[in-house]
């Protein structure tokens, strides 16, 4: 099966932006940034009158766009009208708004950093590792949420591999490993910390023992992927309990050890960590 590109979402302002890499760069959905700029009601038809209108004036837009398979509101993908930093920066020109000096700052801080991490991957987790101090979690506690970060973009790198694309596939096959692995999805143990909003990371609010079980769930879950290579979804799903079961074997064997619940309901709001860190895996 062929390798698809994972598609992240950026954040502006509280307003989600669907981004996805492309020859090594970041493309960045057209509508969502009319939405973004303009706050229309409906970004698509603003889009297509900004076309026509440059289009009179000699300018094709759409030259400038590429059509990039991205998930919508309904799970599924569409090829939508997308555009690296260059090509945004020119369409930004021909929509009239207040935001657009900001996001232009914006969009070129994003599209730098891409350029340093690709030349030194290490800077990426340089960032996140300033971050996560400068909001005072303690050492020990870093060094596992880096090191799961790491296991997990290894194993969405293998899922890629095997053909899974989209977002919800990821979430699908994610909420697999974690019912194995804690007995519980992820928005179950997102309710039991109390984590009520839709931007808050349940993995900057796990306990030390949350995560490393974590990361035994999706590091299982890798190497047996990589063992036999998974082709089908489904596929896929059943690796994915197997992985989780391991480590959910581990956790219930643990919880007789210590005589208490793995399962926290410990969560580190006080830090203020969800905004900053919302697109971390």
Known sequence: ???QVLVKLAVFEGKQIRKTIHNDEWWFSVVDVVTVLTGSAD???YWYRIKKREKLSGVELSTICRQLKLPAAD??????????????FRIIQSIPSPKAEPFKRW?????YERIQEIENPELAQQRMKELYEQKGYPKDWIDKRLRGIAIRQNLTDEWQERGVSSERDFSILTAEIAKATFGV??????????LTRKNDNLRDHMTDL?????MLGEKVTTEISQTEKPDTFEKNKKVARRGGRVAGTARVETEKELGRSV???????????????????
């Open 185 to 194: 999805t992820p928005s179950e143990h997102k309710e039991l910390k109390g």
């Open 263 to 281: 399962v926290s309901k410990q969560n580190f709001l006080h830090k203020g960590i969800a905004e900053d860190t919302e697109e971390t895996p």
């Open 1 to 3: 099966m062929t390798a």
């Open 107 to 111: 969009l070129a801080q994003v599209g």
């Open 75 to 88: 799970g599924k993908e569409y090829a939508t009208d997308c555009a690296n930093t260059e090509g945004m």
């Open 210 to 214: 949350e995560l490393i079980f974590t």
């Open 43 to 45: 970004p698509k038809d």
